[in-house]
């Protein structure tokens, strides 16, 4: 069973990738570094497939076998999973002075604009879906986590929504920190509480997933 193992790293690359982009936004000139920028680069891909990988094995070791009737919704925030790490992907060939030709689709603003509010809405939805789903077992463990992440991810939205109607208004798209310093520094308390909501749920869940409880469940 690979769902435990790969939920703490993903709980790993998280504060990993999260620390640097918050340190990043709050002193920007460590980016005048070509190094730490392609650094970066890298550590938020890992975190960004860490992410991905959770939700496949996450469907298929748990979904699929203990949440059947969640299994359309799951598929929906796995779609979303993928389309965001598209937009970290495509940064990779710069690592390694690489020239790809990608799809036009791919490297359209439209598209970092609009894919990150889309995903985390169907990971919202997913949630929502899950708490509704719970067994006692899970209630007694996960019932809070999972409100957390819900939280975590209403946040999110809210965050995307700033840069969406950015993009809308400026035809130019931006992520949070490279707005005015304004709004990037103002903004860094209001990530940093998402991904504390987001991390209590993943960490409770690597928890729960070795529990005396789970581990029983599993063997029955």
Not at 135 to 149: C, G, H, V, Y
């Amino acid at each position: 069973m690979y769902l435990r193992k790969l939920t703490l790293v993903l709980v790993i690359s998280i504060i990993v990738s999260f620390s640097i982009r918050t340190f990043g936004t709050v002193y920007p000139q460590i980016f005048k570094n070509l190094l730490a920028v392609k650094a970066t680069i890298l550590i938020n891909a890992i975190f960004i497939l860490s992410h991905l990988l959770f939700w496949l094995i996450f469907y298929k070791e748990y979904i699929s076998l203990r949440k059947t009737s969640l299994k359309k919704v799951c598929v929906f925030a796995i779609i979303g999973s993928f389309a965001v790490s598209i937009i970290y992907i495509k940064k990779i060939p710069f690592v390694f002075d690489l020239s790809v030709q990608l799809p036009l689709f791919f490297l359209s603003p439209y598209y970092d604009a609009l894919v990150p509010i889309i995903s985390s809405v169907f990971h919202l939805i997913f949630f929502v879906a899950l708490a509704k789903n719970l067994d006692m077992t899970e209630e007694l463990r996960l019932r809070k986590p999972i409100r957390s992440i819900i939280i975590g991810n209403g946040i999110y939205i809210c965050l995307h929504s700033i840069v969406l109607i950015n993009f809308i208004a400026t035809h130019r798209f931006e992520w949070l920190e490279h707005m005015s310093r304004v709004v990037a520094v103002a903004t860094v308390p209001v990530i940093i509480s998402a991904i504390l909501f987001m991390l209590y749920f993943y960490y409770q869940f690597y928890l729960f997933l070795g529990s005396k409880e789970y581990i029983e469940r599993v063997e029955t």
